[in-house]
Structure formats: C-alpha cells, structure tokens
C-alpha cells in the first residue's frame, strides 16, 4: 500500500490531513491489484475481461507480455487471478516485484537505456514465439514508451537518448513526442502486435494519457498507429528540434516513402487484438472526491484532461478557487477542486529539480490565499525527473519573490524541499496520470491546527 514517507512533516491542520488522504486513495483505487480484482475473473476455463469472455480451452497457452511503470504489479495480479492456467510470460519495468509465472526484466524511465534495450529485445522474441494457438495477455501501462525501446535499424541507443531528451523538454505534447518516437523503433506504433500475430491479443490497459487515446499509452505497441512519418517531420520542425543525423535521416526516408510505414487500421495483424482499460485518471479522481467529499467539502472535479504549460493551468485552478472564496461560484466553500491530466514543463531555465506538478503546486500557491490548499502528485510517485510524486503548498510557503525565481529557474523542486513541501511516495505501483486538489476553507488556515472563520 502506498504511503506518504514525509506526512508528518505536511499534516500541519485537518485540511492538510485531507489533502493527502484524498491523493492516496486515488493512487490507491488505481492500483493493479484493485483494478484487476474487479475487471479480471476466472470461472472453470472461461476468463473475462470486463463484459468479454475468453475461453481457454481453445489455447494451448497463455503468457502476458508488455511493459511500463505499473506492468509487473499488473502481471502479479494476474497471477493472481489465473494461477496455474498461465503459462508465463515477461513484462519490462522500472519498477520491478516479485512474480511466480512472469519474467520480471529491468527498464529505464523517463530516458530508454541499454538494459531496456536487452529486456525488450527479449520480449520482442517472445512475441515472435506465439501461435494461433496462443492467448497474450497485453500489459500496457504507462511509461512503457521509454521502458521498451527497441531502436529501429540504423538508429543507435544514443540517438533515441538524445532525441528523447530533446523531445522532453521542447515542451511537445505526448501525442507529438510519440509520432517522433513510434518511427524510431520496431515496438511501438502497433508493431509489437505484428510480431504477436496470429495470436489472439487481450490487452489490459493503465492509460496515463489524456483521453485515453491508445495509440498514445506507451507508443501504442499494441493498437493501430494514426500517425505517420510526415507527422513525426511536423513535430520536429514545430518544436526545432536539432536531432540526431540518423534519426533525421531515417524520417526523411520515411516521408519520401523509402521505408514501411507502422501498421494502421484494417491491418490483418489486428484481426485478433481488443483492448480493454482497466484504469485511468477518472478510477483516481472519483475516490479521491470521496474522501474530500466524506470530509465535508463540496467537491467539483473539473476535469480528468487538463494539459498545457503546468504553471498555466495552474493560475487557472486557483482562479476558480478564489471565486469560490470570495462569490461561491460555482460551488460554496468549504470546498475541493480536483482534476486530473497531464501537464508539461518547457524549460526555460537551468533546468532544475522538480517536475509538472510540483511546478503546479507553487505557480498556483503564488495565486491562492491563506484560506486555500493546493496538493498535486503524479501517480507513478516520480514527478518529472525528480524523487518526490509532487508537491502540498499553502501561502504559509510562498515567499513571493523566491517563489517566483524558483518557477523562472525551472526549480521548483529545490524551492519546495527546502521548505519541506514536497510529497514523498516513492514508486506507488500505478500510473493513471497527475492528480490535483486545491481544498477551499471558509476562514482562514493557520499553521498546526487551528482554523478561524
């Protein structure tokens, strides 16, 4: 179960206690175990998936195959539901636990690495292995993009480093980045179900993009790939990225029509594939506004498809949480505000510690009275390329001036932990999205307990 490692430290009143209940309970409902428990059941040799049933009787074997952040947690589950009738498998993960049936390799996130490359390269054969005769069980979660790089020919684990890192911090939406990186590899963009076919394909989704959008979540190993070479040219010349030679090489090839495109809808290699998502950021919205909602706030979820500049969107949260303050509109405080998505950080400065919503936090504390908290965490438990999921902040925190460096600096994360405002889960096993609360009393907060009206 996950924790938070520093409460004690952020629990300074009630309303603080109930900001971070509110965050774990929607890490919570969002964890692999839960998930599959209620959308994954065995009876004789009939599994089901949701509202679809698979029987087994009719496969010589079953594996699970797949990848990202939450994939061995989802792997154990199913162990779990299957026991002896699954026949093994392997997932690639940075985030490794121990598993009975499922090969467990290491990956790294958010930048690919050389044991990933191995790991998947492994997996890769594994798919190949399958027959009519098999039933793959698809683990997609999120991270996989950068967890299963498989370089596509000609193109060098440093290339993908470098293009990766560049495509991270231009700033470009994860839509965007993924057309880069689909026509870079030989896994995603539908391609991991080419190598799997003709094998009938259940594949088990965590989405951590906005809208669920498949071919998005992990680069779409698994699904048809709307997006083309000319789309990957776009993007890089959108953003002005300077890429590798090889990899420029390799789009222009792909737009002059010298290289096969990535499978796309009406592919034979989908005939057997379906798709199912098991969670998303709405599993984790709904139960965190259960506990603020028990707790005695009138709770509004805005939205579980929040993107943009973090530092925007959150001016605009805390803007709808002053209203509230000061007109009750659209909703009376005591109040809670929550929304989900998937924020980006372009940076502009040194490029600091700290990640999207640590950066939310404080951008929205420089807006928000003294009456109002704010507590916004990535499920994965590592926002951005820092150690903390996120960050809890109230004007108590917010030096003006400071704040505002920190935010110009891209170093949010060194202003926050100074101040002991970072929230420190460690990997939590899931990855649905980011989650943000923004709690509106009627009076006014003050530091260790008390509240006044």
Do not use: C, W
Not at 257 to 282: C, N, R, Y
């Amino acid at each position: 179960m996950t924790r938070i490692q520093n409460r004690a430290a952020l629990a300074q009143s009630p309303a603080h206690e109930t900001v971070l209940d509110a965050l774990l309970a929607g890490i919570e409902a969002s964890d692999p175990a839960t998930v599959v428990e209620s959308t994954v059941s065995l009876d004789g040799d009939q599994l089901r998936v949701g509202e679809t049933t698979y029987d087994l009787a009719a496969y010589s074997e079953v594996v699970v195959l797949g990848g990202g952040n939450a994939a061995s947690q989802v792997a154990r589950a199913l162990e779990a539901v299957l026991g002896d009738r699954l026949d093994g498998g392997l997932v690639v993960t940075d985030d490794p636990v121990e598993t009975e049936r499922v090969t467990v390799r290491p990956g790294d996130h958010p930048v690919p690495s050389e044991r990933g490359v191995e790991s998947t390269r492994q997996l890769l054969d594994r798919a190949a292995a399958a027959t009519e005769e098999t039933l793959v069980l698809g683990v997609i979660t999120g991270g996989g993009s950068a967890l299963m790089p498989a370089p596509a020919a000609g193109i060098e684990l440093d290339d993908l480093v470098e293009t990766t890192d560049q495509l991270l911090q231009s700033g470009a939406p994860i839509q965007d980045i993924n057309a880069v990186r689909k026509h870079l590899s030989a896994i995603k963009g539908g391609q991991l179900a080419a190598l799997a076919a003709p094998a009938t394909v259940v594949s088990l989704v965590l989405s951590d993009v906005v809208g669920n959008h498949l071919d998005v979540i992990a680069s779409g190993p698994l699904v048809p790939d709307p997006s083309t070479f000319a789309d990957a040219q776009a993007v890089i010349d959108r953003f002005d990225l300077s890429l590798p030679d090889s990899v420029s090489e390799r789009i222009r090839a792909g737009v002059a029509g010298d290289l096969e495109e990535t499978p796309k809808l009406g592919d034979p290699v989908f005939e057997h594939v379906s798709t199912h998502v098991i969670a998303d950021g709405m599993t984790a919205l709904t139960a965190a506004a259960d506990v603020t909602e028990a707790a005695g706030y009138d709770s509004l979820v805005l939205s579980s498809r929040v993107e943009g500049e973090a530092a925007e969107a959150a001016k605009t949260h805390a803007a709808i949480a002053n209203e509230i303050r000061a007109t009750g509109t659209p909703i009376e405080p005591p109040a809670a505000i929550l929304s989900g998505g998937e924020t980006t950080v372009t940076i502009d400065g040194d490029g600091g510690s700290g990640g999207p919503n640590q950066e939310f936090a404080l951008s929205a504390g420089l807006s928000l009275d003294d009456s109002t908290i704010v507590g916004a965490v990535d499920s994965d438990g590592i926002d951005g390329a820092s150690d903390a999921a996120g960050a809890l902040v109230d004007e108590s925190v917010v030096d003006r001036q400071a704040a505002q460096a920190a935010l110009d600096a891209n170093d949010t994360g060194a202003y926050l932990q100074a101040r002991d405002r970072t929230i420190l889960t460690g990997q939590t096993g899931t990855n649905v999205n980011d989650l943000r609360i923004l709690l509106v009393e009627e009076g006014s907060l003050k530091a260790g307990g008390d509240e006044s009206e």
